[in-house]
């Protein structure tokens, strides 16, 4: 089990109160598929992801970067169960999707970039230590039907 401290708590809460999840999903999203150019395997049917441009016009991948954003809502609504909220996600990736559970990590990383460049300077070192603390619960939980 994860110990959350109360500034914890309240920077991922505050985090999440302040973005915009379209605009940050399909951003990281986006960031993620052109930085990382291996992840676009698992989104063949998205259409065109032949350079920058095309993902980041691209609906389905502004879609997709939403929808994440509002799974991750989820672990910030029950930071005490983390891995019980994210089970029936982390088997649908590693079974049926079979997604490389590295990709989570590196999507992170973007979504981090992302979040720093919206917050500015409220995203203080102590606030990106919580931010990648509940990153890598989040991360860990998605791998747990991997092992």
Known sequence: MVVWTDFERTAIQDIFSKID????GQAAFSRCLIVYPWTK???GGFGNLYNA???TSNPRVASHGKVIMEALEKA????????ATYAELSALHSEKLQVDPDNFMLLGHCLTIVVASQLG?????????AFQKFLAVVVSSLRKQYY
């Open 41 to 43: 395997r698992y989104f």
């Open 121 to 129: 300077k409220a995203f203080t070192p102590e606030v990106h230590a």
């Open 53 to 55: 441009a095309a993902i």
């Open 21 to 24: 999840y379209a605009v940050v």
């Open 76 to 83: 910030v609504k029950d930071m005490d169960n983390i891995k």
